[in-house]
């Protein structure tokens, strides 16, 4: 269901998308902005998405953090309206998709539409396509995945979807940007939050020491001392606390 596709099967049925479908240019943008705002300031993430989802014609979204997949739990969801059934199937897929893929085939996807189909087996409800759109975006060193559902016979707007791409890295920076985190009785250091991330990146002990250009023993010294502070008893619960309070 690619645009070029779409473009030219005229005889489906094209649907309106929302209010906004029929407003062009710099004015609708601004408008959709100043929508966005303060949802976004205030953390409301599905606020900020719901508004979105229209503006691309999407009937349902799903926002996850890509970096942070796992093939089994949900903790790498920040927001969703699809049925809970579709999300619990597709966490292995995705984690599959990314750990196959490599450095530079994760930066030339960004905020490029790509199109998968749901299993067969799966309930869709009803005037729901069974294809669904997805494409990733970058907010700092934090890499996202934004999921769209479409009505049946919809028309889709790569260009649209670019052009939320872009809006909905802005509401996440800005609801970051807004300090998200809550009060800590704690301060982790520069080094630690670095080898922080780099875990929830994946990376062992011995590729962080590649990467920062120190000894494998220090990385594991500030791990212990980030779990320390975070009363966690392994990198994972690390990582997965590290994510609730928007430290990665």
């Not at 982790?188 to 062992?204: H, N, P, Q, S, V």
Request: proline share 3%; glycine share 6%.
């Amino acid at each position: 269901m690619d645009a070029d596709t779409a473009a030219s099967n005229s005889g489906k049925r094209v649907r309106a998308a929302s209010s906004h479908e029929d407003l062009h240019g710099a004015s609708s943008r601004d408008m959709l902005i100043s929508r966005l705002i303060a949802p976004a300031q205030a953390g409301n993430m599905g606020a900020c998405l719901r508004i979105l989802s229209a503006y691309a014609g999407a009937s349902h979204f799903l926002l996850a953090r890509y970096d942070l997949v796992q093939e089994t739990g949900l903790d790498f969801v920040v927001a969703s309206d699809w049925p809970f059934d579709l999300v619990r199937r597709l966490d292995a897929e995705l984690s599959a998709t990314y750990s196959r893929s490599t450095e530079l085939e994760k930066c030339m996807a960004v905020l490029q539409p790509k199109y998968d189909l749901l299993p067969d087996d799966l309930f869709v409800p009803e005037g729901i396509s069974r294809q669904y759109c997805s494409f990733t975006l970058s907010v700092g060193r934090t890499r996202l995945a934004l999921m769209f559902l479409f009505p049946d016979d919809y028309i889709i707007s790569a260009e649209r979807l670019r052009e939320v791409g872009l809006l909905a890295g802005y509401v996440v920076s800005l609801s970051v940007s807004k300090g998200q985190k809550p009060d800590r009785d704690f301060d982790l250091t520069e080094r630690e939050l670095e080898c922080l991330f780099w875990i929830a990146e994946g990376k062992t002990s011995d590729e962080i020491a590649t990467i920062l250009g120190i000894s494998k023993n220090t990385i594991n010294n500030y791990i212990t001392s980030v779990m320390r502070k975070t009363a966690t008893k392994t990198r994972s619960e690390a990582i997965a606390y590290a994510v609730r309070n928007n430290l990665v």
